[in-house]
Structure formats: structure tokens, C-alpha cells
């Protein structure tokens, strides 16, 4: 494909680029300059570089990198193997309990991460935790059998906390083959594991990396799992670090806690330059041709009980003891293990429905979190259309702008976002447009990440096909690459709508009493202490959400397609 | 002459005669009139003598109803009367104001929605014409909304009700609008600001709390707390971050005195290497689920919340350590475009009814002292208690520098 030469419609494209990237840029770089601003934003001050010598010479500077490093790379890489080995399974082979995989991840992330990482402390707390109660009452060991507290406990969890995630963005790549080449490299007489190793993984790898990054990035500023399990343990990482200064401290340490933003944002924006420069040679991995239908179930023959044995695993150790701890925690009046039958009540239940403002906020809660969801697939399917697919001039520079608000931890981001609508007036403050705003740049990096790995997959034949067949560059794109991505972009959006209704935090700057969302309801039980109550909406999230699926399914909608034949 | 001469004692003796019976007739009437004035007189006296009494038991009467009257308003003195008829043609003054006002406030605050609204209910009752918006959050997110628009010139919050400690820094930079309430006398010193800019509504005491399944007696001194025994089964307040643990403990350094004050943190650091957790409700759920047999710094209000629900805990103060006791406050934002309103609701809020209200809320303690309440702090600690307000101004100077400190000794990280 040639470069596009300037056309009308190309300068359009680039006003949008310039518009966007405002928007986008603006909340980063008020966080940047409050970082060398000597108070904050909007108000008098000078110059400085004083936060970023405080952050120079803090003594746990070190220990917080290497925490950090340790539990981002480790959990990224627990969640990527596990979930895109899931993921294959689930998509490609005869493996049973097939559907249980795909909806299980689904349903665990509609949990706020904050709960999950509770429910993760009510088995695994080392005296109190249920699996430590029931090894030590069986075996009589006086030891816990694992200890949760500890930077290895905090980054397993948070790696099968990104599960969901990595599962989510590989599969699509997986069911988007050429099932010729698996047939090729059969009739070669490789072996399964062979045509694994050999064809399919180095074809889903740009699908992977950039599943991998974004869940590094994810992790990097993730601080639920580091604040609920890191911070007892004594375990400090940068999220906890910035959080504590921009959040716990009253007046908040905005200095501080934008340049340890700005250390995140560099080691992000590294991260990012170094897939982008990965995906650069994305023709290599183009397989979906025109010459073949879609992809074929594959056969896992001898290693079939094997496939089982790591679904049941997985099964059995994350959603299934999960779901049901929760499921137990809700029902109790506060959490004892030594008193959970004499404990129960429905009071949570209770006091999340007639929570004051929950029925105004459920409301809210569906608007913002479809506006953004649409905002964010949209944006995020055209710039990596036009970033990977039509390469125009700045695409590129396009998607790593869209990429710098994924790399700000959400309450940073939060409020960044909430310095921008209020000094740079333009009839957001106070309105759910400010979430809808907020929680769109959150998420597209998120979509971008989604599709760019089944879009690199589309052969451009298909589209230049199309373009020879007269079709103009709008047709191809709604009758070509839409049907190819539905699957993902339905995934992505999907993800996006569930995030951004149970992302507790974020919101809470900058709603108004109007525009109150449930997850600030959630947030302030949470902060009062109502923990439980707060895991008895979270489950109801879960069952709203299983309803959902259920409806979608029936309706002929599919959050994955697997291959059926 | 001799004629007239001899003439003249006749006549003298007749016009004598005259005069004597004109006299005498006019002395008699004379004195009949004054029997009869007499008379009268004594019968008006009579008169005057029963409408006296008439009317001096009918003043007796009127003072007994009254300082009936008083007494059942508790009134003791003109002075008074005087004080509050000027009150109620002020507040009459204000609700007249506060009628020409938007008839909408808006409420930033810390303290939960859920555990407000029906205070704010029963103010919205009182006066129909003023819609309260409120608007909870953090403290953090209280202080960082209010002084940002402010600093955008967008001011939004009419009043705040958020933790003491996020105030005082409210209170540093003028941003509240002093107002003395009328309630505010019934509150002791240190709950209020001496020149009006806010005054204490609930009350945020701190406490120790410990298992009852898994500890018998909780230690009695500081220094049985920072036992070995308990090495790893103490949590406590993240106190390297500079928020409410770090406050309280440089607090009570103040009290307990430097030197018994180091020796109890290097012991506890040592010895017990206690547990940190960064939310204080986290330290009582944890000892309440039976991880930790002790927790330090914790909400008084979670300790009963959680009793209540039948959790095995149950709070201590080792000897020496006083109640020590931070709060919400509740105050008017300077910008204000709806003063007399604003004034209303803190009155509201401070009254003995309003306090009431807060104080039947499970779990939050009235800060107003003479409340009966269900859980006014008289009902649930013991009389004579001694009860010290905290953070003092080193800790809210100094939180920071100590945070860091606390860390250097080994706090927190490993």
C-alpha cells in the first residue's frame, strides 16, 4: 500500500488527531507540570526541581523500583501463560469444560479489584485465611501453609487477578487463523505440541506481546492488590508510594506524587515504544487470508487428560473458591472463621439496595459507562486502523499519545483529568461528561490493545481486494475488517462497559451529587468500613452481569466466538 | 349721733347673731359633710384595700405562671429571655433572608452519606424552601475540590462537614466564614473555634481494641504491650504515612512525655514488629476475624459497630493513655452565595436535635455533650475517662517529618 498523499479528507483526519490529542495530552500534562510547579496547579507558585530531588533521595527509592519490577513482570508473566494457554484451549480445542473457561474470567472481573483482593485475604490470611485454617485443623501444623503476606503471595495474586485480562485480549488472535497452516505443519507430521510451539504461538505472539505489555503496564499501576496485601506485608511499590502522598496526605502531596507519576510514565512510555517498535514488522504475522475459511477445531488427542487436569486446576483454584468465599463473605456479619455459621444475615444486601443514592447512580452508572464504552471502541478501533492498518502520517504518534493515560495510575489520572475540566472550561465540570471523558482515556489504550493484535492477523489482500472491487476506504472497513473484528471489538467493549461500572475510585473527584455513579456508592461503603457490603455488591454486579451474558448469548451474541466445527 | 351711737351695739348683736347662726349653721353642715366624707372615704379605701389584694394576687399569680413558664423554657433570668427573644428575631431575621436565597446548599463531606442523611432529612423538614445537596468523599478529595475551585474561581460548596484534621488546613487559609452559633455554647472549648469558623458535630475517638477469644486481659501498660509475647500478633495503623496513625502518636508522645514515649516505640518496633495496615477500619476487622490478637489506633466507632454485630472484640486504653479524640466539623465556605441558609443548617446540625439524630446513628457519636443519645460517648465509655483532643499542633506540623522517621526505625517496610 502506498503512503496516503494529502487529501481533504486526510486533513480532516488530522484536525481529529490534533482535537484528540488535546483532550488526551491535557490531564498528563497538568500532572506533568504539577510536578515541577512548587504547589498546585492554578495556584501561585514557581519553577522547581525540588520533587524530583525528594523522589531522588528517598531512601526506599531503590526497594520500591525492584518491588515494583518484581511484581509487575511476575504477575504480567503468570497471567500471560496461563491465560493465553486458556485461551487457546478454550478457543481452538476439544478441551471440556469449555464454556466454563470463557465466561468464568468474564464473570470474575465484574468483582472490583479491591474485593477480589479481599476474598484473596479470607483464604489465604495465614491464621485466619480458610485454606490455612483447614490445612492447620487437619494436618495439626502449627504453620500456614502459604503465607499471603509476602511479594511473592502479592504477585501471584495480582497475576491471577490479570488472568481475566490476558485471556480476554489473546483469545480473539487465536480463533483469527489460517487453519491451512496448522494443516501444513500437521501433514509435515509435526506433533501437537509441535504445531504449538512451531505455528501458532509465533503467529499469536504479537497478540501476546501486546497482551503482556499491557498487563506489565496494568500491574505497574495496579494499587488495590499492592495496598491490600503489599502494604501489611510490608511490601511498598510505586503505586502504594504515590498514592499514599496523593490521596492519604491531606494537603495531598501533588509534587511528589506527579514526578513519581512522571518516573511511571517513562518506564511505561518505554514499554510502549519498544512494542510498537515490535509490531512494526506486522506483515510477518498477517494469516487471515482470503484463500482460507475460518479456523478448524483442533484436536489435543494424548494430551487431552492433561488439558483437563490445567482447566479443572484453574477452575478449582481461582473462579470456583473465589466466587464462593465471596459468595459466603456476603452473607456474614464480619468475617471470623471460627464463627461462619453462627454469622450470617442479610444486612449487606440489604444495605447496598437502600444505600440513599443507589437507584439515581445505577442510572448514571448504565449512561456513562455505555458513553464511554462507545467513545472508547470507537476511538480506539480508528486509531488502530489507522496506525496499523492505513499507516497516515502520525498515526503512530497517535496511538502512543492515546497509550500516556493508561501508564498514570486511575486516581492520578482522576485527577489530572479533574485539573483540566475545571481550568480549562469548557462546560465539563460537574457533569457526567467528566467521567464519560476520564474513563474514555482510561480505557481506549485499553481498546487499541485489544484490536491491534487481531487487525495485525487481517492480511492486507483482503483490503486491498476490496479497494481493487471498488470498494472506498469507509466500505472496506465496515465490510471487511468491522466482521473480522467483531469478536474482539465486542470483547473490548464488553471489558471497557464492566470496568468502567465497577472501577472504584476514579469517580470520585469528579462526580456531583447528580451525576453519582454506583461505583462512589461502593467507594464510600468501602472507605466506611462496610467492606462486606461492598462484596455484596460486587456479587450483584456478577449476577447482573451473568444475566447479561445470558440474554447477549441467546440473542446470538458472543463475547468469544469459538470454533464450533 | 347718740342715737345712731346707741343703735349701733344692737345692730352689732344682731349681725352677731347672724353671723354666729350662719356660723353655727355652717359648722354643722361642715361637720355633717365631713362624717359623711368620712364615711365615703373608708368605704373607698375598703374598696381600694380588695382591688389591691384583687390585683397583688392576681401579679403573684402571673409571676408564678411566669417563672412556670420560664422554668418549663428554662429561662433564668431577664437577661436571658432578653437573649433569646433577640435569637428568635434573629433566626425569624434569617429565615426571612434565607427564603430570598438560591434555596439550594451544597455540602462537601467526609462523613458518609448514608450516615447524614436523615439529619439533613429533618433539616430539609424544618425548612422546605432549602434543598442540601450533599457530596461525600475523602478527606483528601474535600480538600482538594474545595480549594481547586476555589482557586478557579468556580466555588460550588456552600458548607463542608469533614474530618478536623483536613479543616484546620481549611481554617489556615481563611477560607471558612466565622460564625458563632448559637449552639456552639453548649459546646466545650476545645470543639469549637473561639472566633465561629467551625465547631465539632461528630465525634472521632481513637482506641485499642483486642480479641476476646484469643486474649483473656488485655495488657494494662505500655510497656506489658510491647511484650515479646506479642511479636506478629499485633496490627496496626499505617503510621508512615502521615495520616491518623502518625497524628496520634505524636500525640500522645505529648502526653505520655519524650522519654516513656521512646522507649514504647523502639520496644514496639523490636519486640512485637507490629502488622501495618493503611485503613484504620482494616485494624479492627482483623482483630475482629481473629489474624490479630491486638490492634492499635482504630476507630472507637468500628470497635462498637462491630460488637454489635457480635464480632469477640471489645476496646482497651493502657494506663496513662487517654481517650484521645479528633472530629468532624462542621463549617460555612467564605464564597458563599447563601450565608443566612447555611447559617441555618449549621444551628441544625449543632442543636440538641440535630445531635440527636446524628447520635442514633449506628454507629456515630454526637459531638454536642449533653445529648441522649444511643450512642452519645457517656453511654459507652466509662465516666471519668479522661478524654484529650488530638492531632495537637506538632502533629499537624510535623506529621510528615515523623512519618519518615517512623519508617527509619523500621516500621512498615521489611
Known sequence: MPRTTWQPHNLLIFFVFVVAGFFILQPAAFLLFGSVWSSPPGRPGHLTGSNYAEVLRDPFLGRVLFNTFVFAAGSSLIAIALGSTLAFLATR?????????????????????????????????????????????????????????TLAGMTLVMGINLLPVAFLMTAPAFTLFDRSLEEMGRASGGGLLQVYRRIILPLVLPSIASAFIYCFIVAIEAFDTPAIVGIPAGVYVLTTTIYTQMVSEVPPRYGTATAYSAVLLALSLILITLYNRFAKSADRYAT?????????????????????????????????????????????????????????????????????????????????????????????????????????????????????????????????????????????????????????????????????????????????????C???????????????????????????????????????????????????????????????????????????????????????FRVLQPTTR | MAASTAKTPLLLSVAALVVSIIVAGYATAITQSAQSIQGETSRQVKDVRTALDDISGRISSLERLVSLYAKAAGIDSPQQAELIVKQREELQARVDAARRESGRLVVYGSVDYADIKSTLDAFQARYPFIQV???????????????????????????????????????????????????????????????????????????????????????????????????????????????????????????????????????????????????????????????????LIVNLHDVVRLKMQGAPIEYFLPTDVPLLTTFSHIAIISTTKNPNSAKLLVDFILSKEGQTIIGNTPVRFPARPDTAARFSLDKIVPAGLRMVNYPDDEAIAKARDWAARFKEMGFGAK
Open chain 1, 470 to 556: 471498488g470498494g472506498g476506504r469507509l466500505r472496506t472497513i465496515t465490510n471487511i475488517i468491522l466482521p473480522l473484528l467483531r469478536g474482539a471489538a465486542s470483547t473490548a467493549a464488553l471489558y471497557v462497559f464492566v470496568r468502567t461500572i465497577t472501577d472504584l475510585g476514579i469517580a470520585v473527584l469528579l462526580v456531583t451529587h447528580q451525576s453519582t455513579v454506583l461505583s462512589t456508592t461502593l467507594f464510600a461503603l468501602w472507605n466506611t468500613g462496610e467492606k462486606l457490603t461492598v462484596v455484596a455488591g460486587g456479587l450483584v454486579y456478577t449476577v447482573v452481569l451473568l444475566c447479561f451474558l445470558l440474554a447477549a448469548h441467546r440473542l446470538g
Open chain 2, 133 to 295: 445537596v450533599y457530596e461525600s468523599m475523602r478527606p483528601p478529595e474535600v480538600y482538594t475540590r474545595v480549594s481547586s475551585e476555589l482557586s478557579a474561581n468556580k466555588p460550588t460548596a456552600d458548607l463542608v462537614l469533614v474530618s478536623h484534621t483536613t479543616g484546620i488546613r481549611f481554617a489556615q487559609e481563611k477560607r471558612y466564614l466565622p460564625y458563632v452559633s448559637p449552639e456552639a455554647a453548649s459546646y466545650p472549648d476545645f470543639l469549637r473555634d473561639k472566633n465561629g469558623e467551625w465547631t465539632a458535630a461528630v465525634l472521632l475517638p481513637i482506641a485499642f481494641v483486642y480479641n476476646t477469644d484469643k486474649v483473656k486481659q488485655p495488657p494494662s501498660t505500655l510497656e506489658a504491650l510491647t511484650d515479646p509475647q506479642w511479636a506478629g500478633k499485633v496490627i496496626m495503623h499505617d503510621i508512615t504515612l502521615g495520616t491518623t496513625g502518625t497524628q496520634y502518636l505524636v500525640s500522645l508522645k505529648n502526653i505520655i512525655g519524650e522519654s516513656r514515649f521512646n522507649s514504647f516505640v523502639d520496644r514496639l518496633v523490636k519486640n512485637v514488629k507490629p502488622t501495618l495496615d493503611i485503613s484504620v477500619s482494616t485494624v479492627a476487622e482483623k482483630v475482629a476475624s481473629g489474624e490479630f490478637h491486638i490492634g
Open chain 1, 288 to 468: 487471515l487470508t482470503g484463500r482460507s475459511g475460518g479456523s478448524a477445531v483442533i484436536s489435543l488427542g494424548k494430551y487431552k487428560p492433561l488439558a483437563a487436569v490445567l482447566v479443572l486446576g484453574y477452575l478449582l483454584i481461582h473462579p470456583i473458591p473465589l466466587m464462593a468465599t465471596l459468595a459466603v463473605a456476603s452473607v456474614q456479619r464480619f468475617w471470623n472463621p471460627d464463627r461462619l455459621l453462627t454469622n450470617i444475615t442479610l444486612d449487606n444486601y440489604e444495605k447496598f439496595f437502600s444505600y440513599p443514592v443507589t437507584g439515581t447512580a445505577f442510572i448514571n452508572s448504565i449512561i456513562v459507562s455505555a458513553s464511554s464504552t462507545a467513545l472508547a471502541v470507537a476511538v480506539g478501533f480508528l486509531a488502530a486502523y489507522f496506525s496499523l492498518r492505513r499507516k497516515l502520517t502520525g498515526g503512530q504518534t497517535f496511538t502512543t499519545i492515546l497509550s500516556i493515560p493508561l501508564a498514570i495510575p486511575p486516581l492520578v489520572l482522576a485527577v489530572g483529568v479533574f485539573w483540566s475540566v475545571l481550568y480549562v472550561d469548557i462546560g465539563l465540570y460537574g457533569t457526567v461528561g467528566a467521567l464519560v471523558y476520564a474513563y474514555s482515556l482510561r480505557y481506549t489504550p485499553l481498546v487499541v490493545r485489544f484490536l491491534s493484535g487481531p487487525m495485525l492477523q487481517i492480511h492486507r489482500e483482503l483490503e486491498d481486494s476490496a479497494v481493487v
Open chain 1, 93 to 149: 480445542t476439544d478441551v471440556p469444560f469449555k464454556k466454563a473457561i470463557i465466561y468464568s474470567p468474564i464473570l470474575t472481573f465484574a468483582m472490583p479489584s479491591s474485593v477480589e483482593s479481599m476474598g484473596w485475604t479470607f483464604l489465604l490470611s495465614p491464621r485466619t485465611g480458610l485454606v490455612n485454617v483447614a490445612f492447620m485443623r487437619l494436618t495439626g501444623v502449627e504453620e500456614p501453609l502459604v503465607n499471603l503476606y
